[in-house]
């Protein structure tokens, strides 16, 4: 469920983090993400498990709407 907050958050991601939310926000599933940056097809998951963890959501969907939100927010 997301926060009933979402429209009030948002979030300074890191450029890695960035990266990696922006695929998801597109759609991209796990092993899409760990080919278009290079990275280990066991890492991808533990690393969107510790964005998700560090800026409490609850799942990788409110994580792909609040970066949405955020990128919006500042780029009005």
Not at 34 to 48: A, C, G
Request: charged share 15%.
């Amino acid at each position: 469920m997301l926060s009933n907050n979402l429209q009030l958050k948002t979030v300074n991601f890191t450029e890695k983090e960035a990266s990696v939310v922006l695929l998801i926000a597109s759609g991209f599933t796990d092993s899409q993400i760990s080919s278009y940056l290079h990275l280990s097809n066991s890492y991808v998951p533990t690393l969107i498990k510790r964005i998700i963890k560090k800026y409490n959501f609850s799942n990788r969907c409110e994580l792909a709407a609040v970066f949405v939100n955020s990128f919006y927010l500042s780029s009005t």
